[in-house]
């Protein structure tokens, strides 16, 4: 008799993050066949709008390029803590900090020519993210504090700030009472790679944190030890690594990516600072990093799949009429069905067979 046996894996496979990832998209793209009839639409329709047509055009493979620059970069700075096991929620609120400790460079500035104020918004913003993450490893490393509420809670704090500064110390005199500051000088601004698009120089960025990401993690001392101490921490004390130590690194290099990215958004399509910094990148980022098997190569598809999404949403909701809630649905959907197959990282499946004998007896062979 034929079955299917469950069992816990004794060694890693090589495979199992990608036949995962596969498994949650095929599930993803099932249940979105759903989503498009209960809307009224055909699925053929509603994927063709979601995934070719952003693709027909170079203004929309510029716009998928665009929002895979920021996806990249904070997905990287993600993952590597996440592989230590340290569950860095809030790259949302560490963008927006970003973004406002770059803005205010460029506000600083304003009239510049410098070709280093670019670089300099870059370095202020990451080290913005970093004190911002570092606020949730000093709670760690001190009191032992959730790393998941506190960073998750910080991020409405970061927005509340945001708010507060656009509307107030920060916001353009001559800007008819918009929540907005001034708009960007031209050195404070990513330039233009892509003609008839909006893609910039900050997609560079995401693509230098993923050769950094994949020399720390496969090529360094210290990524050997951060990973070891999330894997095994009593091994991991043995050895004499720090575990404090790891969660000031995954922090603060989450921090860092992401308030890099926020500087992105605003010296790249935004151009200012205002209420609408990000679409919530850093929450998809979270999806974009375990989708991508926590591997810097795996990450580079997963964010090219998730801005597709996120521009398809807009074609879709152009050319089929779904509305725009279908892209955030798309995505939960995604880290739903990822965790639920996540349990093939763990066990295997096995298929095995069992053979029924059966005894001759006397009367049997009568």
Known sequence: MARFKIEPRTENSLFAPLLVSSIAIF?????????????GKSPSAGFHAFFIEPLQSTYGIGE???????????????????????????AE??????????????????????????????VV???????????????????????????????????????????????DPAGFNFPQSITFGEAALFPII?????????????????VIAWVFIQRSLLGYQLIVGGLAPAASRYAGFSANRSVWMALLIGGAAAGAAGVAEVAGPLGMLQRNISP?????????????????????????????????????RL??????????????MLLTFYLASSFLLTHKLRFSTTTVSVKSTPEAAE
């Open 319 to 332: 050319s089929i009429g779904l509305p725009s809630a279908v892209t955030a649905i798309f995505q939960g």
């Open 93 to 122: 609120g560490q963008l927006l900090i970003g973004a406002i400790c770059g803005g205010y460079l460029a506000i600083l500035f304003e009239g510049s020519s410098s070709p280093f104020l670019l670089v300099a918004m870059v």
């Open 125 to 171: 913003g990451a080290l913005g993210g970093m004190a911002w993450a570092g606020v949730a490893a000093w709670l760690k490393v001190r009191f032992n504090a959730n790393e998941i509420l506190v960073t998750f809670m910080m991020s409405s704090i970061a927005l509340q700030l945001l708010y507060f500064l656009v509307t107030g110390p920060l916001k």
């Open 194 to 210: 892509m003609e008839d698009t909006r893609v910039n120089a900050s997609l560079f960025l995401g693509l230098f944190a993923t």
């Open 280 to 316: 919530g990148y850093g929450f998809a980022a979270i999806i974009v990093a375990f989708l991508g098997g926590l591997n810097p190569i795996g990450i580079v598809l997963s964010s090219a799949l998730m801005a597709l999404i996120y521009v398809g949403g807009d074609f879709a």
């Open 64 to 90: 998928v390029l665009l929002k895979m620059g920021p996806l990249l970069l904070i997905a990287q700075g993600l993952a590597i803590g996440f592989r230590a096991k340290v569950w860095n929620i809030g």
């Open 27 to 39: 599930l993803t793209a099932i249940a979105g066949s759903g989503l498009f009839l209960f809307y």
